[in-house]
């Protein structure tokens, strides 16, 4: 569903620049794991929430995750060649496309998520509440606050809280967000939402730290980007700091805490959000 919705994103009936709507197909369609939209589905579908209304919502964090990959792939930034197994956007369109196809996708997130009241009827004070909450958790408080600290800290962190910081903010932002906006689509009760915040929050840092041990250990191919990234970068890591087998058990006690968070909610059929934190426990692709 998320694919097929992702492919009529960018109607070709919009005027835009050749090169640019390229440059923001060609990482949008790159064929990411599409985990943050399945989530804010999928936390729509336990709360009894549409999954047609939720569609847009979906689109939009897909599109601000990929812009954020296709800045982070920047020689500014990681300086990397490949990314979903594909050429990174600079390699192809060149860093001036890829600055702007990544503006691009941000700025288009905003306008998708109107289309949840506009086409779908969400009210418009839950739709007001997505708006507000992409701005704070993929913002300067959010997810570009966390690869800010990274940047600014890069070899000089001595202490596991300035990495969970980094963590946290980086890459549980989003996904913490991605859960609430399902929730919020849905009609979630404030008990609700923090439920799925606290679940957010663990499978994010175990997200990031799987991603880490994966750099590490994972096959090349099947991650679709190289490993040994931040060996090279000599970046600070869980593995870096706490050694593979730990870093492994804290992914394991992140996961376990993820789904307590979960259960202790009130929600009557919560096994679709359980099975996903399962399913990026034991990923290996
Ligand atoms: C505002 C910006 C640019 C945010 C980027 C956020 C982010 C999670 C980058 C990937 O992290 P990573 O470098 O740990 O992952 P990967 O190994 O996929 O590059
Ligand atoms: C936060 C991290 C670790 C960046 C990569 O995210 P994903 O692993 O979800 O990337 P795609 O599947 O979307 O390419």
Do not use: C
């Amino acid at each position: 569903m998320v694919e097929a919705a992702l492919i009529q994103a960018l109607p070709a009936a919009w005027d835009v620049p050749g090169s640019l709507r390229e440059s923001m197909h060609y990482s949008l369609m790159a064929g990411g794991k599409r985990l943050r939209p399945i989530l804010v589905l999928a936390a729509a579908e336990v709360l009894g929430g549409s999954l047609e209304a939720a569609m847009p919502v979906a689109l939009a964090i897909e599109m601000v995750h990929t812009y954020s990959l296709v800045h982070d792939d920047l020689p500014a930034m990681d300086n990397d060649d490949y990314r979903r197994g594909k050429l990174t956007n600079h390699k192809v369109y060149g860093e001036a496309m890829a600055i702007l196809a990544g503006d691009a996708l941000l700025t288009q997130a905003f306008f998708s998520i109107t289309q949840a009241h506009k086409g779908h009827g969400i009210p418009a004070e839950r739709v007001l509440a997505i708006t507000e909450e992409l701005a704070i958790y993929a913002g300067a408080r959010g997810m570009v606050g966390g690869q800010a600290a990274d940047m600014l800290g890069e070899q000089g962190i001595t202490k596991l809280e300035e990495l969970a910081f980094i963590h946290t903010h980086k890459t549980s932002d989003l996904i913490v967000f991605s859960l609430r906006a399902g929730g919020h689509i849905a009609g979630a009760t404030v008990a609700q939402l923090r439920a799925l915040s606290e679940f957010g929050n663990a499978i994010g840092l175990a997200f990031q730290i799987q991603d880490d041990i994966l750099d590490i250990i994972g096959d090349e191919k099947k991650l679709g980007k190289p490993v040994k990234s931040d060996e090279k970068q000599q970046k600070v890591t869980y593995p870096f700091f706490i050694g593979i087998e730990a870093s492994e058990q804290k992914v394991k006690d992140l996961t376990i805490q993820a789904k307590e968070a979960l259960l202790r909610a009130q929600i009557a059929h919560p096994e679709r959000l359980l099975q996903l934190a399962d399913y990026l426990m034991q990923r290996d692709h």
